[in-house]
């Protein structure tokens, strides 16, 4: 795509995606550069998408920054990298469990069968019902609901795209 003049209020990022340090890259449909980490999801009150970076997602939506977006990502990333590998408490029963605050969540077998549920007390019924592969992946599954990370990523798009 040719650089054009986009910048006007109708532009809101919606979603940003982690390309990861080792996976393939993106390239920004705005300037052309070839190597992006983070691709920020742009869309129009038109309807049109765009992937870019963020100094070009910073310069096409007002009040809008991508490089504080990317700073919060590359946070939640190497706190979700570590996560699994915590120093995690082993109840009577045999099931890693772990306390962040008032939150209290556990990785639990299934008992025999193949598989790990992830379990928080307190936690909406809709969480805990999907069965994971591994343990590392329960416990995966477990920061991604609770991260507060994640809740402020969100709340920052949501904060973008208010028209």
Known sequence: MTKRKLIDDQWRC?????????GPRDVCE??????????????????????????CASQICSNYNGVEAERIMMNYAGRRKHWASRVWLRSARGNDHIKIGDLAGGIFGSGGAIGWWARLNGAPCEFGKDKYPTQVEAKLALFDYISPAKDEIYRALKETTNV
């Open 14 to 22: 919606y979603n940003i995606t982690d390309l990861g340090c080792n």
């Open 30 to 55: 705005y300037c052309g550069y070839p190597n992006l980490r983070f691709a920020h999801h742009l869309k129009r009150s038109t309807g049109e998408i765009m992937v870019v970076g963020c100094c």
